[in-house]
């Protein structure tokens, strides 16, 4: 049985950074004899184009028979008053492959430092648990009326509980500290995940447990990220503050992603969007595409090797000053993969 990706292209800057991680996907492969089959499907702003549908059902169904699932961002301004938009795709496809869980690393290596704005000496290494199927991006009643519109945050007890445990699993692995972030000053949601979050740790009595109410941990990223080991956090505040995490590398433009659920296939995509802004120039950062990929060598194939590979033609290409212009380089996506695989 080949290992089977499925491959979704996304949008403005999409292909231009996805092109760039099938590259380093092939040159890796082939050095490491690794063998794989990858079917490109309809996703996004262009299925919504090709087939009126931001997530055609027979993308589900190609997912759904895949072992990995690579995204690139999709939207943008094209389809921002389309009667359907790319973004809601992005949200159904994570709700049809029950990807619960959203795995947000801020990983800077020695190499990255002297990107980041933050001057600080120790390495950042800390990671994101993102709920990512429930809260207020999918609770009911969602109305916009002439006078007054409505959004629902509801959590129940069992979704709380599996994307603690992904969290407090990870922290295993790791350093052992979990620190729940959210709003328990005020939100009804915030304090009954304190309630469950409290009950699952019992069962992880190596891991160390410890809260911050969320505008003060937006605060703690930037003056101390070194004590966060895992952040576990609802879905709305896992997006905001996994951008600006993203932004100690020096750019949004670095950091992949991995989502999760029960079973296969796991998700794999940049956290950042389609960046419409510099779409068709040929300078997206390829580095977020390329580290998606390594990540999903290491943790849907078992190739630790590879994504090592990758790591190191990274992190030499970044010494090597081999950078987009976001990260205050001149070199173009093209450029800069290429000398990621030349150093593989
Ligand atoms: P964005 O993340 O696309 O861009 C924010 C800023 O970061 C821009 O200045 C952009 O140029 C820069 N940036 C992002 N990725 C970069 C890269 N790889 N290289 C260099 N610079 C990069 O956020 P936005 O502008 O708010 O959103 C644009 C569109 O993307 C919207 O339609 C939004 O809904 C969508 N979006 C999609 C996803 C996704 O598909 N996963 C995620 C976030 C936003
Ligand atoms: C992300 C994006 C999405 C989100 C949007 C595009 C729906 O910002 O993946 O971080 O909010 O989850
Ligand atoms: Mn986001």
């Given at each position: 049985m080949p290992n089977k990706i499925t491959v979704l292209t996304g949008d403005y800057i999409g292909p231009e950074i996805m092109a760039a991680g099938l590259r380093v996907l092939e040159a890796v492969s082939k050095a490491g004899h690794f063998e794989y089959e990858a079917t490109t499907m309809p996703f996004g702003g262009h299925a919504i184009d090709e087939c009126g549908e931001p997530l055609p059902q027979r993308t589900i169904?190609?997912?759904?028979?895949?072992?990995?699932?690579?995204?690139?961002?999709?939207?943008?301004?094209?389809?921002?008053a389309a009667p359907k938009r790319p973004e809601q795709g992005l949200l159904a496809i994570r709700q049809a492959l029950n990807l619960f869980a959203n795995i947000r690393p801020t990983e800077i290596s020695p190499a990255m430092m002297q990107y980041s704005p933050l001057k600080k000496i120790e390495p950042v290494n800390f990671v994101i648990v993102r709920e990512l199927t429930s809260g207020i991006y999918f609770g009911t009643p969602r109305e916009q009326h002439a006078d007054y519109a409505l959004d629902t945050m509801r959590y129940t007890k069992a979704e709380i509980e599996r994307v603690s445990r992904v969290a407090f699993q990870m922290a295993q692995h790791r350093n052992h500290r979990v620190t729940l972030v959210d709003k328990s000053n005020v939100l009804a949601t915030s304090k009954f995940w304190r309630v469950v979050v409290d009950e699952v740790a019992?069962?992880?009595?190596?891991?160390?447990?410890?809260?911050?109410?969320?505008?003060?941990?937006?605060?703690?990223?930037?003056?101390?990220?070194?004590?966060?080991?895992?952040?576990?956090?609802?879905?709305?505040f896992g997006d905001i503050l996994s951008d600006e995490a993203a932004q100690i590398t020096g750019s949004l433009g670095t950091i992949p992603s991995m989502?999760?659920?029960?079973?296969?296939?796991?998700?794999?995509?940049?956290?950042?969007?389609?960046?419409?802004d510099i779409a068709g120039q040929g300078i997206a950062n390829p580095f977020s595409m390329i580290n998606s990929v390594k990540m999903m060598l290491a943790h849907s194939f078992d190739r630790a090797d590879l994504a090592e590979r990758i790591g190191k033609a990274v992190d030499q290409v970044v010494a090597d000053n081999i950078v987009t212009p976001d990260l205050g380089g001149k070199y173009g996506t093209k450029e800069v993969t290429d000398a990621v695989i030349k150093n593989l």
């Open positions: 169904d190609e997912c759904k028979n895949s072992d990995a699932v690579l995204l690139s961002a999709i939207g943008g301004p094209k389809w921002d019992k069962d992880y009595p190596d891991v160390e447990l410890n809260y911050s109410y969320v505008d003060a941990a937006s605060m703690k990223i930037i003056s101390s990220p070194e004590q966060f080991d895992v952040i576990l956090t609802e879905n709305l989502s999760t659920g029960d079973q296969k296939p796991v998700l794999y995509e940049p956290i950042h969007g389609s960046a419409p």
